[in-house]
């Protein structure tokens, strides 16, 4: 059997969030859901369990940690 990984992506630019999932189900990963905020990636990954997070290092102008 070939488990597909399970992708939780992080990104606030919508069109750059839709090539990353279109980019990854090519390569045949499962792409759970693509979020926008810190909030949403906790509760997506809390209730998905996704192998992955593939984030933006910047979200809405800032960079992570600041």
């Known amino acids: ?5 399970k992708v939780l992506v992080v990104e606030d630019e919508s069109i750059v969030g ?3 999932k279109q980019t990854l189900i ?4 499962q792409v759970l859901d693509v ?4 909030e949403d990636t906790i509760k997506k990954a809390i ?3 996704p192998d992955a997070i593939l984030r933006d ?3 809405n102008g800032k960079n992570i940690g600041d």
């Open 35 to 38: 979020v926008k905020t810190g």
């Open 18 to 20: 839709i090539d990353l």
């Open 26 to 29: 090519k390569l045949n990963y």
């Open 57 to 59: 290092i910047m979200l």
């Open 47 to 49: 209730e998905n369990k």
């Open 1 to 5: 059997m070939n488990k597909k990984v």
